[in-house]
């Protein structure tokens, strides 16, 4: 079988998408592709934002190829799956292109593991996959019906089989980029030491968190902890080192203290970033972090009271003033130290500006505290309305837009209504 991996040429105006909006690599593709070759099948990925393409140039590129089975994403990448765009029209905008492709047409992405009626319903297409995608991609394309983790279109009905699905990861083989494709990489994501100095990338070195803190979207997706095996990472960024990638950035959910990870990191010329929590890093490991390349560190600290960090479900063990140590001793080994901040009722504003004061003279940035968007699938979501329905995401929307009047200086200055972002791209 043909299969078509489709990403499509992201836009965010007017969203309140959180997330980057530089290309990064589709490692959902990247190991789909791989699975579904060694299944014996064909498996091409067609990436317009890497790329640079438009919509039509996409579609025509797909249409030349004739697909079997395409398959199309509604977020831009596994970096982004937790805070995806809420809005569903660029992937409805790409399969109105589409409209002419023979064969099945495969969703997947975040908001069908949550709402997956209300999103084969705006989206038109054949299965929806809930979870993460690999396998099920196998065994659809294997020809297999009624999969399980699967959405599929009856007749005016949507049938359900089962929840969102895990893959193996643990094994996953490593994955390759072309020269071309690295070579249209230029962007080092989360990187603000040094200007680039050649092609980025991004790795998957663990999957899923082990906790489960109330505002993060990872229940349906990417949940449980998983840790790949080494040789194949290692011989996976050695690929990626050999194609002249400058730069790796490590998309896992929390990149924890892994010391035959980082020994083996440390013997090579790689310079990389990570996001994780500084209270899981012991002195001695923040010392080993740094002598293995690691230049950018993104630790999710979110409240500066232990009742907030409590509310949150952080179940944190250091005190406020331990982790501003705890962020200088970083900032003593990484060129680029970043403390997250949420906007939390108890967190006084001068206590704040403070904390964050201290840390700025040390080196470490600390952003404003931002409002928080309660994802579907997240645990505030279900304290504010309970589990999602098929409105989930206007709902969540609508509120956030109503509740705040500024937002992160990453998004729009006044982000639009879902119904209104996806009514324009109908």
């Given amino acids: 079988m043909r299969i078509a991996l489709v ?16 290309p990064h690599l589709p490692l959902e593709y990247g190991s789909a592709k791989v699975l579904l070759e060694a299944a014996g099948h064909e498996a091409t990925i067609f990436d317009g934002h890497l790329f640079h393409l438009s919509m039509q140039e996409v579609a025509g590129q797909v249409r030349a190829y004739a697909p079997d089975m395409t398959v199309v994403t509604t977020a831009p990448s596994y970096l982004f799956w937790r805070c995806a765009p809420p809005e569903l029209r660029v992937p409805q905008r790409l399969l109105h292109e589409l409209n002419d492709i023979c064969g099945l047409i495969v969703a997947v992405g975040p908001h069908l593991s949550t709402t997956p009626r209300a999103t084969m319903r ?18 659809i394309a294997g020809g297999r019906r009624n999969v399980a983790g699967t959405a599929v279109r009856q007749g005016d009905d949507i049938i359900v089989h089962g929840g969102p699905r895990a893959t193996e990861f643990v094994r996953l083989p ?10 249209c990489h230029h962007h080092h994501h989360h990187r603000f030491e040094a200007a680039p100095d050649g092609p980025g990338a991004e790795v998957e070195a663990s999957r899923g968190c ?37 730069y790796i950035y490590f998309i896992d ?23 994780t929590r500084i209270d899981l890093w ?9 002598k293995a390349g690691c230049v950018s560190i993104e630790a999710g600290v979110e409240s500066l009271t232990r009742e907030g960090r409590d ?12 982790l501003a140590e705890r962020l200088i001793l970083a900032r003593e080994h990484v060129p680029f130290v970043q403390a997250n901040l949420i906007e939390m009722p108890g967190d006084d504003d001068g206590m704040v500006q403070r904390w964050r004061d201290n840390l700025r003279s040390h080196g470490v940035w600390a952003n404003d505290p931002v409002p928080l968007f309660p994802y579907p699938g997240s645990p505030d979501y279900r304290k504010l309305w309970g589990m999602p329905d098929d409105r989930a995401w206007e709902r969540a929307v609508d509120y956030y837009v109503e509740r705040y009047g500024s937002f992160s200086e ?17």
């Fill in 7 to 22: 990403n499509p040429p992201w836009s965010f105006q007017h969203s309140i998408y959180f997330g980057c909006r530089e």
């Fill in 122 to 139: 705006k989206l038109g297409v054949n299965v929806g996959i809930l979870g993460e995608c690999e396998e099920a991609l196998v065994d």
């Fill in 174 to 183: 490593p994955l390759t980029w072309s020269a071309e494709w690295i070579a």
């Fill in 210 to 246: 082990p906790y489960h803190c109330t505002f993060c979207a990872k229940e349906n997706f990417r949940d449980r902890y998983r840790r790949r095996d080494l040789l194949n990472l290692l011989t996976e960024i050695d690929g990626l080192l050999a194609e002249g990638v400058a």
């Fill in 253 to 275: 959910e929390i990149f924890l203290p892994n010391q035959p990870l980082l020994e083996a990191l440390a013997q090579r010329e790689v310079k990389f970033g990570i996001q």
């Fill in 282 to 290: 012991k002195p001695d490991m923040i010392g080993l972090l740094g």
């Fill in 311 to 322: 509310t949150l479900e952080k179940l944190c063990r250091l005190s406020t003033d331990q």
């Fill in 410 to 426: 990453i998004q729009e200055s006044r982000p639009r209504s879902l119904s209104e972002l996806e009514r324009a791209a109908a």
